[in-house]
């Protein structure tokens, strides 16, 4: 990972400092470049913060071992790959969410009646925050809402009426990137199934 695209969250990460209270902190977001979630959970570990780093991937993305796992309706923006990436860190992350179609469509519209007009990757983050939050309520959770929701109107909005109420909802939790499933799954990283250690810098991702 070059510095260079880290400089650009520097002033997201102070940001987040001075203004969330002090004590365990979760940041939750999508993983594309790494950049975004990857930049601001250094900056925040290195400035004495106590970090866990959550990403969030489509199903069918490489980045984390999901290629085995398609979902042909899934048109997030700007997380996922169908290639690696040499830039992202894997070693940063905590735990890995994978979110479908209309799961992230519903966390999406959900944030839209509060008042926040985000995009799919966004509506992942926001389930994927609401189930940690669960997991570990003592914890203060930051989500990023990376992309808006004008893009999405025709291929996801337009379909409001079909998204499900996120009270219901819950990933299965797996050990290893061969259970993964839709519709939605998550898992402490590095999985059981990897030789990824934390701490060893890891530039593109191990097969599944």
């Keep these: 990972m ?4 880290y400089l650009g969250y520097r002033d997201i990460a102070d940001l987040i400092r001075k203004e969330v209270p002090e004590g365990p902190l979760s940041l939750v977001g999508g993983v594309g470049t790494g950049a ?6 250094t900056y925040l570990r290195e400035a004495g913060r106590d970090v866990a780093l959550v990403g969030v ?3 069918g993305s490489v980045t984390f ?8 309706d899934m048109i997030i923006a700007g997380i996922g790959s ?32 509060s008042g926040i007009f985000a995009g799919l990757s966004a509506g992942a983050a926001y389930l994927a925050t609401l189930w940690e939050l669960k997991r570990e309520p003592d914890r203060t959770y930051v989500f990023l ?15 409001h ?39 060893a810098p890891v530039l593109v991702a191990e097969s599944a």
């Design 2 to 5: 070059e510095k260079a695209h």
């Design 82 to 113: 169908s290639i690696p990436f040499q830039n992202v860190r894997h070693d940063l992350y905590d735990r890995i969410h994978w979110v479908n179609f209309d799961y992230a469509m519903s966390g999406a519209v959900e944030l839209r009646a």
């Design 161 to 199: 009426a079909a998204a499900r109420g996120l009270g219901a909802m819950r990933p299965h939790e797996v050990t290893a990137r061969g259970e993964l499933k839709h519709p939605w799954s998550a898992m402490d990283w590095p999985p059981a199934d990897s030789a990824l250690l934390r701490g």
């Design 57 to 59: 991937q489509p199903f």
């Design 65 to 72: 071992g999901a290629e085995h796992v398609s979902d042909p």
């Design 36 to 41: 975004s979630t990857g930049a601001i959970a």
């Design 145 to 159: 809402a990376a992309d808006t929701g004008h893009r999405y109107v025709d291929s996801a909005y337009a379909n």
